[in-house]
C-alpha cells in the first residue's frame, strides 16, 4: 500500500493521464507544465521518451518542492520514425496513412520522483500495436471528430474510432494510453520504501 501521508502530483495536462493513476486508488493532485517537446534526429525512441520525461520532472520540480512527482511521455515510432502528436489535420491524415495495414511501437518514458528523499526512478515501457488497413473515408471521418489532434501517432486506442482500427496489440494497453499503470504503480511503492 502507498503511505497516504506524502503527496503525490502528476505533472500533466493530460486527462488520460489522470484518469489512468486513479486506478492506483491513491489521492493525489496534477497539474501540467509547459515544455518545447523537440523530436531529435536518429536518437533511440527510448532515450527520446526518457529525456522528455525528464525534461517534464525539471520543470515539475520547480513548481513542487516536497513529495512524489510523476511525469510521462508517450510517443509512437514506425520503421524508426518518430510520430509525435499531429501539428495539422493533414499530418494527422498522413500519419494515420502511414499507420495503416502496419505494427507500430508505442513507448511511455516516465519519471517517479520523490522530492523528499532525492530518491528517482526513470524508466519506460512498450507495446506493439498492429492496425488493420484503414478506408480513406474513415481516416477522415476520424480526424474530423478532433479526437486526433492531441494525440501521439494522431490515434486513441481508446476512443470510440480509434479502437476499431486496432486488430492486434502485445503488451501493456495502459501504456498506449500514455502511463504504463503497473510499472507506475510498483516504481512508486519503490521511491518511498
Ligand atoms: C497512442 C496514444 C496516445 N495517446 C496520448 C497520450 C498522451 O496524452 C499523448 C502524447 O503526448 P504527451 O506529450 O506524451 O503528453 P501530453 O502533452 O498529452 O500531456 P503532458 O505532457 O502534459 O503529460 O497521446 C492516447 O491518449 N492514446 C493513444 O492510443
Redesign the pocket.
Known sequence: MIDKKIPIYLA???P??RKLLKLLNIRFKSF??D?R?ELQDGEHPVRTVKR?AMD?FNAASKKVKEGIVI????I?VLNKEILG?PRSKKEAFETLSKLSGNTHT?YTGFVVANLSSGKKIIDYEKTKVTFRKLERKEILNYIDSGSPM????S????DDY?ALFISKINGCYYN???LPIAKVNKAILDIIR
Open positions: 500533466s495536462k493530460s488520460r493521464r501540467s507544465v515544455v517537446e522528455l517534464k511525469t510521462a511521455d508517450t509512437v502528436k508505442v492531441d494525440k501521439a501517432g490515434y486513441g486506442i481508446q480509434g498506449v494510453v500514455g
